[in-house]
T-cell receptor, first 113, second 110 residues
Framework: DGGITQSPKYLFRKEGQNVTLSCEQN?????MYWYRQDPGQGLRLIYY???????QKGDIAEGYSVSREKKESFPLTVTSAQKNPTAFYLC????????????FGPGTRLTVL | QQQVKQSPQSLIVQKGGISIINCAYE??????FPWYQQFPGKGPALLIA?????SEKKEGRFTISFNKSAKQFSLHIMDSQPGDSATYFC?????????FGPGTRLSVLP
């Protein structure tokens, strides 16, 4: 089955620790995205990548980092510099950055203890 | 200019009723307007989308109405069912820009 997978589904972290969220897609999409969603809120763009080895900051990139070493993978690291990291994190992909439909993964819920 | 406004924030509808969610935008460069449906704890899924060259698009019980001059578009859910209870996001995009509305939480009462 083609799609986007995110792991883990739930993640708990102690304050001061970095944590990495996984996102993998087998849709052969060039563009990938990371969004943050807070309870009752919309989606806010953290980072996006149009091609391998290239990525750009979104609206709320502070305290986050990404890499794009492979077309199918776009991991997100939530660093200790992120002041309020507890949220639902969504990864998405699209055929190309300039095409229109984004397809979303099932999300990872991060809780900082 | 990059914002998409969405209303209402929450909506309660009786089973069999019509659910209507409205969105408005400012940037006339937007050329693609999708709606996403999100169930609790899940990622959003594309529901239906429209381009500004048509005024209406219907897929089953879901219809998008688009008013280019008013820069508004809306989602109508006919014969609403309890299984439609979810959060709905409108979005607008052009080129590399993709903007989501804040979402509407729909509850359909049995």
């Amino acid at each position: 089955d083609g799609g986007i997978t995110q792991s883990p589904k739930y993640l708990f972290r102690k304050e001061g620790q970095n944590v990495t969220l996984s996102c993998e897609q087998n849709l052969n999409h060039d563009a990938m995205y990371w969004y943050r969603q807070d309870p009752g809120q919309g989606l806010r763009l953290i980072y996006y990548s149009q091609i391998v080895n290239d990525f750009q900051k979104g609206d709320i990139a502070e305290g986050y980092s990404v890499s794009r070493e492979k077309k199918e993978s776009f991991p997100l690291t939530v660093t200790s510099a992120q002041k309020n990291p507890t949220a639902f994190y969504l990864c998405a992909s699209s055929i190309m950055m300039s095409t229109d439909t984004q397809y979303f993964g099932p999300g990872t819920r991060l809780t900082v203890l | 200019q990059q914002q998409v406004k969405q209303s209402p924030q929450s909506l309660i509808v009786q089973k069999g009723g019509i659910s209507i969610i409205n969105c408005a935008y400012e940037n006339t460069a937007f050329d693609y307007f999708p709606w996403y449906q999100q169930f609790p704890g899940k990622g959003p899924a594309l529901l239906i989308a429209i381009r500004p060259d048509v005024s209406e698009k219907k897929e089953g019980r879901f219809t998008i109405s688009f008013n280019k001059s008013a820069k508004q578009f809306s989602l109508h859910i006919m014969d609403s069912q309890p299984g439609d209870s979810a959060t709905y996001f409108c979005a607008a995009s052009y080129g590399q820009n993709f903007v989501f509305g804040p979402g509407t939480r729909l509850s359909v009462l049995p």
